[in-house]
Structure formats: structure tokens, C-alpha cells
């Protein structure tokens, strides 16, 4: 007599619970189901056998997905002159199987354990989709398969590229079960990865002035954070002659490079976010996932490419936003030429990094230095004392004009330029008016 066990299970009706005993074998090691069999191995029958199958085959190919009809195969035997069903059910080669109305989740994929039919562990659930996806996990299936698509599909339009559901299939957003896959999640409305920015006051991870997390699709999140970026992507003026030369602090080309880098190569089957760190020296970007098996951050800086995620980077290729793999790196560096401090790229087994110098920080601080060393020229006896007798002078008048230090203290213009200068950034003195209507206040 049969008994029930991991892989024969025994059912006196059918019930609509014997979907899940279908999924639980089709999810593991396969099994036997017999209809019309009590608990304990005894034949009752079944009345209706061609009625039971049919019935039985429709609910597996309208609740059950993906597809597992063709792992599923019934026959009808006579026991003891009574008529049983046997269903036949393989191991499927597309699991994790589950309920249509609950998702790829515990509630609606089932294994066996033992004789019974329990729930799957999230653990389980990612461990077969590891399984039948293989190591890709922009090609695995998603846990989500409610997703929509609107923020792509707006920037798609945006860029004149179709998108509709053949060109998902095209793109990988869908696999060959129907399903769609991991990159359909990065691109859509759902995406909980996340770039965290933030801004912060001076070049030490202390006081921070702004902040701003971003979520949805990838390709919304790139817009949003080129456009944080750039709020704080300042313009520095200077003249070479009669010519205005306008310089920001971070070439846009390496800027764009350098979030583009972190989008498209980060690994995506960790949850910590992507940061981005402005500071008043430099920015940073800092992506999870090291660099991809067999190649050197030499070999990085080179221009070797070899992608993570093939299918992301050949949607951003189409998208026009990038032009040719590997030349990131290369990019950035160009955009440096003119500059003393260069980029800094850093990699570690789990984590990749770019630094951007300020090239205006490095401007503005030679010219402070060089304003110090001016003013440092007066030892700093001879300094105090001559600030004493300015705010002397002050104080006597009510207010002075350059002239009157030149003269009460018998210095050159230059020197009492530099004089008023180191005062008004202590603090000490005031100025008030343009021109030749400038005057200087004790600041009380």
C-alpha cells in the first residue's frame, strides 16, 4: 500500500488546494498525486474522471505561473475496480512556480516538506530563481511582477525611442517565461534602489547643508541627480584680458560621466543605496560592487570595460547616453588636463569610488594663500600694531578713507590696501559706500 511522503500525496476529492500541491512538486524534487485516495492509502474513486481532469488542467494553466502544464500529466487507472486519477508532475525548470493572485512571495509559492505542503522562506524563493536564472540578476525574475513603467516610458518618448512590449522583449525587460525580469524593476515606477545625495559644509562629513534621497525608475533617478548636482555645480568667473572666462567647479562631462558609471555598474542584488557626496573641496561618488571578476583597477583606467549589467548598459546605449563602453574613466581624466589635482578612482571587493576635485576650490585657495603670504610679509609684531593704530584712527574720526592710513601711518597704498582688507575679514572694521565714497568704521 502507498503512503504518503515528500513525493505522493493523497487527496479523496478535488479541492482547489491541490494547485498548491502541484506547485510545492513542481518547485521540488517532483511528485505523484493521486485523486481519489484517502489519507491513510484506501480507494474511495472518483465518479467523474474526464470531468475532474479537465477541471483539474484548467486551474494549473489559469492559476499557476509561468506555465507549468508541460511538466503536469494526468491519466486515469483502475484500482480495485474503481477509478483513480494520477497526476504526474516534474520538476519545472522555471521556478519559483506560484499562484498568479500572490506573487512571488511566501503566500504564493509552495514546497514540499515531508508529506506536507508549506509555504516557501524568502531564502528558498531566491535560491530557485539563483537557480534558473543563473548568476545575471538583471536577467532573474522579479519578486515584483506588478510594475509599471511610466517615468521610462515618458523619457523613452523624450528621446524618440519605442517602447512598447515587443521592444521590452527586445531589451530583456521581459524573459522567455513571460515574466519580467530584475532590469524591468530597475526601470520601473517601483525601483526601491536608491542614490542618496547629500551636501555638506566644508570637506568633512560634519555639518550637512542639504540632503535629498531618490527612488523609481533609473533612468528618473539620473535626471533627478544631474539636476541636484548641478544646483550645486557653481560658475567661477575670471577675465584673460577684454574676455570673460567662465569656469564651474566640476567639468559637466566628468559629472555626467561619473553618475553614469555609478548607475550602470553598480550591483544591483545588494539593497545599500548609491551615495554622492558634495563638499567644498570635491565630490564623491560611491558605488556598491567592486570591480567584476578578472579585472584590475589598472586595467579600469585604461578603458577595459567588461559590464556587470549588459542588458542596463545596452538600454543606455540606445538612450543615446552612452557612447561607447569603457571610455567613462578616460573621459573624466581628459576633463582634467588643465588641472593639478586629478580625479581619484579607488576600488575595493565591494565598492567602487570617484572623486571629483573642485578645480575653482583649488583656484580660490592659491589665491588666499597668495593674499596671506602678501599680508605675511608685515611680521605679525608690526601687523597688530599698525591694526592698533587703525582702529586709533577710527575711533579718533568715526571713519577713515585709504588715504588716512597711508598717511597717519606712513605706508604705501598697496600695504594699506592689504591693511583694510585683513581688518575687514577679522571683523574689526566696516565699509560702507562705493568708490571714492568708501569709508571704513570701527566695527563696534
Known sequence: ML????????????????????????????????????????????????????????????????????????????????????????RGTARPYYLQGKGIRPEGVYVRQGASTVPATDTAILQMIKETSGDSYEAARSLNQKLTFEKTSEFFNKRKVSFGKSQMRTLHLIGEDNMYTNLAFLLSDQCT????????????????????????????????AYAYIDQYNRTRAEFDGLDRVDMRDYPTEAVREALLNAVVHRDYSFSGPTLISIFDDRMEFVTIGGLVRGITLEDV??????????????????????????????????????CDIKPLVEATNNAFKITLPNKNFRVESRNSQSRLKTVGAIDTFKLRKRIDEVLKLCHRQGAIVRADVETDLGVSQSTAILLLREMLEEGLLVKKGNGKNVRYYANQ
Open 193 to 224: 534602489h536608491m542614490i542618496k545625495m547629500a551636501v555638506y559644509e566644508g570637506s568633512k562629513k560634519f555639518v550637512f547643508k542639504d540632503r535629498r534621497e531618490l527612488s523609481g525608475s533609473l533612468l528618473e533617478q539620473l535626471e533627478e
Open 301 to 338: 583606467k585604461l578603458g577595459v570595460s567588461v559590464l556587470r549589467n549588459q542588458y542596463l548598459a545596452n538600454i543606455f546605449y540606445r538612450l543615446h547616453l552612452i557612447e561607447a563602453y569603457g571610455t567613462g574613466i578616460l573621459k573624466i581624466n581628459e576633463s582634467y588636463d588643465d
Open 3 to 90: 503512503t504518503e511522503n515528500k513525493t505522493t500525496e493523497f487527496k479523496r476529492e478535488y479541492v482547489d488546494d491541490i494547485k498548491k500541491t502541484i506547485i510545492a512538486f513542481a518547485n521540488s524534487d517532483g511528485g505523484m498525486l493521486y485523486i481519489g485516495v484517502n489519507d491513510d492509502g484506501t480507494i474511495c474513486g472518483v465518479d467523474d474522471t474526464d470531468g475532474t481532469m479537465l477541471r483539474l488542467m484548467n486551474a494549473v494553466r489559469d492559476a499557476v505561473r509561468p506555465d507549468v502544464t508541460m511538466f503536469v500529466d494526468c491519466r486515469i487507472d483502475v484500482i480495485d475496480g474503481k477509478s483513480i486519477i494520477c497526476v504526474s508532475v516534474q
